[in-house]
């Protein structure tokens, strides 16, 4: 259907006139001379066919027909606004709908305390956390399914934008009574002979790439590979293995009684970072949450 021909200036013209019951008095609430309010009302009225007030000497009161019109024409006024004010939320950051991904501890131990400090700066956005494996957090940016992810590094697409925030060691976490427990550092000829449980595919590999120079049968190989790093830090407490993950799974691990002992010469480091897509614009609301959680994880990854 083709789109009406009289203005939204009109309708205000109209509704602020049957307000003030008087072209004056429109004139000066809208800025406007008392001959162009009284013009944009004449405007409507040969439009729509038929007079909206009954003109007196010195009083302009609704017709018939006006009244029956009035509510009409300020509904569709009040809509208006509410869409200028929806455009200027979201130009503002301030409302919309957030989707980021993150693995098992980003998702559970760290970003819902982010998530509760940029409520306080913008309570209209709602931020969602997707549970999302390391390995898979770049295809569902790729794809679209989320804003944002954040979460280790990985390799580097031309569709996703990679911004590192944090650096994180790699250590090995082990119960107090774990024969490497009593000492401060190891070195990785000393996990050799180690019971280890690796967290997911991703762990597994980047264990497995670890000195992976070194002579066949010297490397560091898991024993067994589990799905979530909650499930290998729950071995590792029982004293049934021992797991190496990056140094910032502390929250989770150290409730449990683990301790960490950093692996050095040389000492593997893990990146965090944000990820975002290369080939789309985000949303505003979206682009605030990035900044704010950049600088936020920055800030967190120094006091923890």
Same mark, same amino acid.
């Given at each position: 259907?083709?789109?009406?021909?009289?203005?939204?200036?009109?309708?205000?013209?109209?509704?602020?006139?049957?307000?003030?019951?008087?072209?004056?008095?429109?004139?000066?609430?809208?800025?406007?001379?008392?001959?162009?309010?009284?013009?944009?009302?004449?405007?409507?009225?040969?439009?729509?066919?038929?007079?909206?007030?009954?003109?007196?000497?010195?009083?302009?009161?609704?017709?018939?027909?006006?009244?029956?019109?009035?509510?009409?024409?300020?509904?569709?006024?009040?809509?208006?606004?509410?869409?200028?004010?929806?455009?200027?939320?979201?130009?503002?950051?301030?409302?919309?709908?957030?989707?980021?991904?993150?693995?098992?501890?980003?998702?559970?131990?760290?970003?819902?305390?982010?998530?509760?400090?940029?409520?306080?700066?913008?309570?209209?956005? /709602?931020?969602?956390? $997707?549970?999302?494996?390391? *390995?898979? @957090?770049?295809?569902? &940016?790729?794809?679209?399914?989320?804003? +944002?992810? /954040?979460?280790?590094? $990985?390799?580097?697409?031309? *569709?996703? @934008?990679?911004?590192? &925030?944090?650096?994180?060691?790699?250590? +090995?976490?082990?119960?107090?009574?774990?024969?490497?427990?009593?000492?401060?550092?190891?070195?990785?000829?000393?996990?050799?002979?180690?019971? +280890?449980?690796?967290?997911?595919?991703?762990?597994?590999?980047?264990?497995?790439?670890?000195?992976?120079?070194?002579?066949?049968?010297?490397?560091?190989?898991?024993?067994?590979?589990?799905?979530?790093?909650?499930?290998?830090?729950?071995?590792?407490?029982?004293?049934?293995?021992?797991?190496?993950?990056?140094?910032?799974?502390?929250?989770?691990?150290?409730?449990?009684?683990?301790?960490?002992?950093?692996?050095?010469?040389?000492?593997?480091?893990?990146?965090?970072?944000?990820?975002?897509?290369?080939?789309?614009?985000?949303?505003?609301?979206?682009?605030?949450?990035?900044?704010?959680?950049?600088?936020?994880?920055?800030?967190?990854?120094?006091?923890?």
């Amino acid at each position: 259907m083709p789109l009406t021909r009289f203005t939204l200036r009109q309708l205000e013209a109209f509704s602020t006139v049957a307000d003030t019951r008087g072209f004056a008095a429109a004139s000066q609430r809208m800025g406007l001379s008392s001959s162009a309010v009284s013009q944009l009302v004449a405007e409507l009225e040969a439009y729509l066919g038929f007079r909206l007030f009954d003109r007196h000497t010195r009083l302009v009161e609704l017709s018939g027909a006006g009244r029956e019109f009035l509510a009409m024409a300020q509904s569709v006024l009040r809509h208006v606004q509410q869409a200028e004010s929806a455009a200027s939320n979201i130009r503002d950051s301030a409302s919309g709908i957030v989707r980021i991904a993150a693995p098992l501890v980003l998702a559970g131990a760290v970003l819902p305390k982010a998530i509760a400090n940029f409520r306080e700066l913008k309570p209209s956005v /709602v931020v969602r956390i $997707r549970d999302t494996p390391v *390995d898979m @957090l770049l295809d569902r &940016v790729s794809a679209g399914d989320v804003d +944002l992810a /954040v979460g280790p590094d $990985r390799r580097a697409t031309q *569709d996703v @934008l990679s911004i590192p &925030v944090f650096s994180s060691p790699w250590v +090995l976490w082990c119960a107090r009574t774990h024969p490497l427990a009593s000492k401060r550092r190891l070195r990785w000829e000393d996990l050799h002979e180690v019971s +280890l449980v690796a967290a997911g595919r991703d762990h597994e590999q980047s264990v497995a790439q670890m000195r992976i120079d070194e002579p066949e049968g010297q490397g560091i190989r898991p024993i067994d590979v589990v799905d979530n790093i909650s499930t290998a830090l729950g071995l590792a407490s029982q004293g049934l293995a021992a797991t190496l993950a990056p140094a910032y799974v502390g929250m989770m691990a150290k409730p449990l009684g683990l301790l960490s002992r950093r692996v050095t010469q040389p000492e593997t480091i893990r990146q965090v970072c944000i990820y975002k897509s290369n080939t789309r614009v985000v949303s505003p609301a979206a682009q605030a949450f990035s900044d704010f959680l950049e600088r936020w994880l920055k800030q967190w990854s120094v006091k923890r």
